[in-house]
């Protein structure tokens, strides 16, 4: 089988990290094929012709098998112009509820909290990634005058909150049978008791997982206090957006963190892409690490149900990791993006 796989490598660093994840899929890919189609969809191409990507680019990247996506958004471009005129509209577009973001303490890796060791810290956030706190709605008035305000609001919609917190605590009877949902219910009064409402609703049916509740900022102290007794995390867009960023941090840094956007249904490609992003600071060096997005990769692969190429990925980039010999500057090496992606594809026979 030949897998049709749509590449937009994006802005900064995302260019880079694409690149060698399609070195190490490549390698890892035997017994099925991938065949990869490239798009310049960038802010290159906005400061060029206005827009992100082109107006038939979402129909374009439908009949795709899967997409993989480096980052988007660089210095020049105000960040709600890329973001909106590319990632959002298909996560949006094609249903790609879930952000599904894994994190894990790598072998050779040291993670900011000292004397743990790599087992103990191994966690995933359900992000729901349709609505929520990200949202249009809202807007500026009285521009100027004493009492200018804006309004940004939130979307909750019964569909959107069942079908995440079901996903999530699906995938928690997969694993260790725990869940803790976020929340912020003593705050926002509207949004976060309807979650806390239909997440205490849902867990009646899965008696065979623990689940919990904790408010998003006592969870992200815990994160880094006490990381261990935390499983599966599911929480709103924002809060799943900040939490990962600060998983990612706790297990390594964001160079390790991958995530994948969703579809269940399969009625739309699924994208999978790092979590970090453009990386403007070290842009142009070739200095980023890959890790992120070879793992990406990874989840693409086992999304496609080519669990064992997946699961080879994985292996690879833990020895590599483990040997410690080739190291991009934040694991505390010297070696280049690619000759890390290199050493990565070269376990992989
Ligand atoms: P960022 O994730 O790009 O960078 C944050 C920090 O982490 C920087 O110091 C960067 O050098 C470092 N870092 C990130 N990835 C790394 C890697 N693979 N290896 C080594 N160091 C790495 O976040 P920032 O600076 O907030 O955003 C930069 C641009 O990326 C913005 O335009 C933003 O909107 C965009 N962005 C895009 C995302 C996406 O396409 N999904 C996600 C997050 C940000
Ligand atoms: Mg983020």
New binding site residues.
Partial sequence: KVYRIASIP?D???VD?TLEARKVLDRAASGFGLEWTEFDWSCERYLSTGSMMPDDGLAALSSFDGIL?G????PGVP?HI??WGL?IPVRRAFSQYVNLRPVRLLPGTSSVLAGRSAPELEMVIVRENSEGEYSTLGGRHGAGEPGEFVLQESVFTRVGVERIIRYAFELARTRAGRLCSATKSNGLIHSMPFWDEIFAAIAVEYPDVVAEQCHIDALAARMVQAPDRLDVIVASNLFGDILSDLAAAVTG???MAPSGNINPSGSHPSMF??V???????AGQGI???V?QILAGAMLLSHLGETAAAASVEAAVEKVLSDGAVL?P?LGGTATTSELGSAIADCLT
């Fill in positions: 994006g900064g660093i995302g990290v996506l980052a988007v958004g660089f960040d890329s973001l990632l840094g964001l160079g892409e790092a970090h992003g453009s990386a403007p600071d070290i980023a690490n890959p992120a991009t934040d």
